[in-house]
């Protein structure tokens, strides 16, 4: 199951069905989902963060499969800006965003930060992997300043089309000798 974390300026909380409300006034936005892979649906239908929760999430979530946080900050916890989650997957095991207006304030390398502890620490794995847009500049830079390393260039499919992407990683290892 998904535990509650925190950051110095975050709450994660285990997302829950009744954010589907929230999330469905937030997430639709192009800035938002341009480089996210191509299953999420655009136009983002009236009951897309519903069914995602329903048909998806909730599911993965309740298979041990997928963990999952909405992101809130300390000084306005009733109000998300953002989710983050970790999955069981050959190459996806983290995917985020954050709405834009709270983007550019290391608010997302706080996040990462929290989650990648608990992938290595709690979960207990060896790799963690996530491919990115190379087009994708800030998700991008939260890689490199985990430590993380390049270990694949392919297309991949966005919701705004096919780009050339590059698969990050960084082993159990290194991001406890970076820690160090
Ligand atoms: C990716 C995302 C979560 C980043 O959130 P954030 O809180 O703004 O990220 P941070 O502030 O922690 O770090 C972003 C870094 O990228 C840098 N950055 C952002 N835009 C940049 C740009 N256009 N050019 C160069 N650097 C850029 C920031 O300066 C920062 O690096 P720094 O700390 O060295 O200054 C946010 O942009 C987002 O939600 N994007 C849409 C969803 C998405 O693409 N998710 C990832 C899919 S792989």
Redesign the pocket.
């Known amino acids: 199951m998904t535990p509650p974390l925190e950051t110095p300026r975050l709450f994660l909380r285990p997302i829950e069905f009744a954010d589907a409300e929230q999330i469905q006034q937030l997430f639709p936005q192009w800035?938002?989902?341009?480089?996210?892979a191509s299953r999420v649906p655009w136009p983002y239908p009236p009951d897309g963060a519903h069914s995602f929760l329903r048909d998806a999430a909730l599911p993965a979530i309740e298979r041990g499969e997928l963990w999952q946080w909405t992101i809130r900050l300390k000084t306005d916890p009733a109000r998300i800006v953002?989710a983050i989650n970790l999955r069981k997957s050959d190459d996806e095991n983290r995917?985020?965003?954050?709405?834009?207006s709270?983007?550019?304030?290391?608010?997302?390398?706080?996040a990462?930060d929290a989650v990648t502890d608990f992938w290595f620490d709690v979960l207990q794995f060896p790799v963690l992997r996530?491919?990115?847009?190379i087009a994708?500049?800030?998700?991008?830079?939260?890689s490199e300043?985990q430590g993380m390393r390049i270990i694949r260039t392919e297309e991949r499919d966005y919701v705004s089309g096919r780009f050339l992407s590059e698969v990050w990683e960084i082993t159990a290892e290194e991001w406890h000798a970076r820690k160090r």
Do not use: D, H
């Open positions: 800035e938002i989902v341009r480089y996210l953002g995917g985020f965003w954050l709405v834009p709270f983007q550019g304030q290391g608010l997302m390398t706080e990462c996530a491919p990115k847009a994708n500049v800030a998700s991008r830079r939260i300043k």
